[in-house]
């Protein structure tokens, strides 16, 4: 069976989504409603700075953080 971009496009956008929401469990807060926005921004992130093909949790935990400091501008 061959796999195309948009499979591992999107199996790699449900991970990250998964380690997001993970960060929300361990920081004690409750989803926010903007959270695809959040997501979206992560994953977009991680796919221009990370190593797209070799990413962690770091990579997610450091897109989260530039979300952050990016509202704070």
Do not use: C, H, L
């Not at 499979?7 to 903007?34: L, M």
């Amino acid at each position: 069976m061959k796999i195309t971009n948009n499979e591992i496009d999107a199996k790699k956008r449900d991970e990250i989504v998964e380690f997001v929401i993970d960060i929300f469990d361990r920081i004690g807060i409750q989803t926010p409603s903007n959270f695809q926005k959040i997501a979206e921004y992560i994953y977009w992130d991680v796919y221009y700075t990370g190593d797209w093909d070799n990413w962690d949790d770091v990579d997610v935990a450091f897109g989260f953080k530039r979300w952050i400091e990016n509202q704070a501008t």
